[in-house]
């Protein structure tokens, strides 16, 4: 990036990340954010997440600072020569699943997901899911404690601790991961084309409710089918300082 930016400031409800917001704000000023031309995030990877969707209608980057725990999207925390590291900051352009979950009452329900859409079940019993990749079926019954379909970015993320694959960040791939699946036995999912179209319907679903939870913040509840497809049209723009970008990242994952 080039320039000194207007920055508007934003932190997590966390007290480190609150303290932070105190001292780079006297330190820098923090612009209102319909003038701002960065955003800097103080908090972890959900207020992280939860940034990138506010700003996902303003075309704004947002450069992290890590004032959480895991900070996997954040760079290191350093109130230093801010507006230098902004000036030398790399960008990342991702673009969010779209989630189309239709519930027992027959309300449709949408949300945009950066890491995730996930299928989990809401009772004792295991979940019973029919797959189709473009209109065609391809498992009939997907018995298991859930599914997701994961982007690049999210991909170490809910994803990895599934057990599913770390995707390149410039891959036009998707990751279909199953957890716990008991039917058929240990399926770990599939890799799809990011065009792909995946629909999940549940079947049994009064005996085996499921839910479906985009980027763990948009939840619903007694679904009966969930469309996911990649929005190519939406971009989410991430800052990182030099050598520390996502790639770098996604790769020294899988070697740790």
Not at 43 to 69: K, P, S, W
Not at 188 to 201: E, I, Q, Y
Not at 234 to 247: S, Y
């Amino acid at each position: 990036m080039t320039g000194l930016q207007r920055i508007t400031f934003l932190a997590s409800e966390a007290e480190a990340a609150q303290s932070a917001l105190e001292r780079l704000t006297a330190r820098y000023g923090s612009a209102p954010e319909a003038e701002a031309e960065v955003s800097v995030a103080l908090g972890g990877d959900g207020f992280m997440l939860q940034t990138l969707h506010a700003m996902e209608r303003r075309n704004i980057a947002v450069y992290g600072m890590n004032c959480g725990t895991i900070g996997f999207l954040m760079n290191e925390y350093d109130e230093e020569t801010l507006f230098e590291r902004l000036r030398a900051a790399e960008e990342t352009v991702i673009n969010p699943l779209s989630m189309r979950a239709e519930s027992a009452d027959g309300v449709m329900h949408e949300a945009l997901a950066i890491n995730e859409v996930a299928l989990l079940r809401a009772g004792p019993q295991a979940a019973k899911l029919r797959i189709s990749i473009d209109g065609r079926v391809r498992m009939d019954a997907l018995v298991c404690d859930g599914a997701l379909v994961s982007t690049p970015a999210g991909s170490t993320a809910y994803n990895y601790s599934a057990h599913g694959p770390i995707l390149p960040i410039g891959s036009d791939v998707l990751a279909l991961t199953a957890m716990a699946a008991f039917r058929p036995r240990r399926w770990r999912g599939a890799l799809l084309p990011k065009t792909a179209h995946v629909r999940f319907d549940v079947l049994d679903a009064e005996k085996r409710p499921v839910m479906a939870d985009a980027d763990s913040r948009s939840s619903v509840r007694d679904v009966l089918s969930v469309e996911i497809c990649s929005k190519p049209d939406v971009d989410h723009r991430i800052l990182f300082d030099p050598g520390h970008g996502l790639e770098e990242r996604l790769t020294r994952e899988q070697f740790t």
